[in-house]
């Protein structure tokens, strides 16, 4: 990678800055001024400054840290102690005017960070999987093939990363296809299936696990991947006294038309040229209190979305954790599922 693609002007938006984080994978961008380090933004910043009512339109400048971390090059022998003792993702490496001579990350190396998550995982797995059609005939969502194993093993294997080793799945429709399928799956963790009797929706089925799940736990639905560090998500939720925390991807639309807008007496208003729209979307990702599987009633279908409207109107607290657009993996539907595969490369 070119370190220059790493480099942003602070006079750039938010938006911009998050487009090429996404781009180039690697979670942080560098503000310099004749190759001199001047900032440093990542999305953690972009992330904490949407969280506090910022705007995408807002400048990098407004965002960006001044005083960032840095090691000089006579010292770069011993960047792994170093980011290991900051607990960092990255570190520029400068010179003794400060220009910037490389740059180290943590993911091109192992330096004993610790990613452990004690916490189960529950899969939404029931549905009927009808917008997959006529792939959902013949076999049921939970096991549609992304590459040679289905999106439910690669939902468990990103978990599995963190350690994650104690997974639910709700089941309903052709679910004996689904636990044939991993009763003959070689695995070192532990699977439990809850049968629904009838469809319980997106958040009926957690009724079943009254009495199972003690701890927090994450939930998600079959067909959604989340490329995040689930580490940072679950710190987010027991950080912020959250009974539920929504993990939400950034969706950003240009209109490749003119709006004309009207008014009362249906005369033009205003006309906006190709006008650009962002907003949050709920990927169907999330971490979860055990309580409120304790509320539920059994047997009574409703939707994930209702549950959370339900506890936010008895006042308990509802986070929401930020994630770019491109960290949103969903099958959901056929030209999506294409999608899926060719990011991960399957």
Request: contains cysteine.
């Amino acid at each position: 990678m070119d370190i220059e693609t790493l480099f942003i002007a602070e006079e750039r938006s938010v938006l911009e800055a998050m487009k090429q984080i996404e781009a180039t994978g690697r979670q942080m961008l560098m503000v310099a001024e004749n190759n001199t380090l001047k900032a440093i933004i990542t999305d953690g910043d972009v992330r904490r400054h949407l969280l506090r009512g910022g705007k995408l339109g807002d400048k990098v400048k407004d965002i960006a840290n001044y005083n960032p971390r840095f090691i000089y090059e006579k010292d770069k022998d011993h960047y792994r102690e170093i980011m290991k003792k900051w607990s960092i993702l990255s570190l520029p490496i400068v010179n003794e005017k400060h220009e910037i001579q490389s740059i180290v990350f943590v993911h091109d190396y192992e330096i004993g960070r610790n990613h452990s998550i004690i916490a189960p995982v529950v899969i939404m797995a029931g549905g009927l999987g009808t917008r997959l059609h006529p792939y959902t005939k013949i076999l049921p969502k939970p096991l549609i093939p992304i590459g040679e194993i289905p999106i439910t093993e690669h939902i468990i294997n990103h978990f599995m990363e963190y350690h994650c080793n104690e997974f639910h799945l709700i089941v309903n429709h052709k679910k004996n296809m689904i636990k044939a399928y991993f009763n003959e799956t070689e695995k070192d963790y532990k699977l439990e299936f809850h049968d629904e009797s009838m469809p319980l929706g997106t958040g009926g089925g957690l009724s079943l696990l009254k009495g199972k799940v003690g701890n927090t736990f994450f939930l998600t639905n079959c067909d959604v991947l989340i490329r995040a560090n689930y580490k940072e998500i679950y710190d987010f939720h027991k950080q912020n006294g959250n009974m539920i925390t929504i993990v939400a991807a950034y969706k950003h639309f240009t209109i490749p038309y003119g709006i004309i807008n009207l008014d009362s007496n249906g005369e033009i208003d205003t006309m906006l040229e190709k006008p650009e729209y962002s907003f949050l979307t709920n990927t169907g990702f999330y971490v979860v209190e055990p309580d409120v599987v304790d509320r539920l009633e059994d047997d009574k279908a409703v939707g994930f979305p209702d549950i959370i409207e339900q506890h936010k109107i008895l006042g308990e607290k509802i986070g929401v954790f930020p994630v770019s657009e491109k960290c949103w993996l969903d099958m959901g539907q056929m030209e999506e599922l294409e999608v899926m595969r060719k990011e991960l490369g399957v």
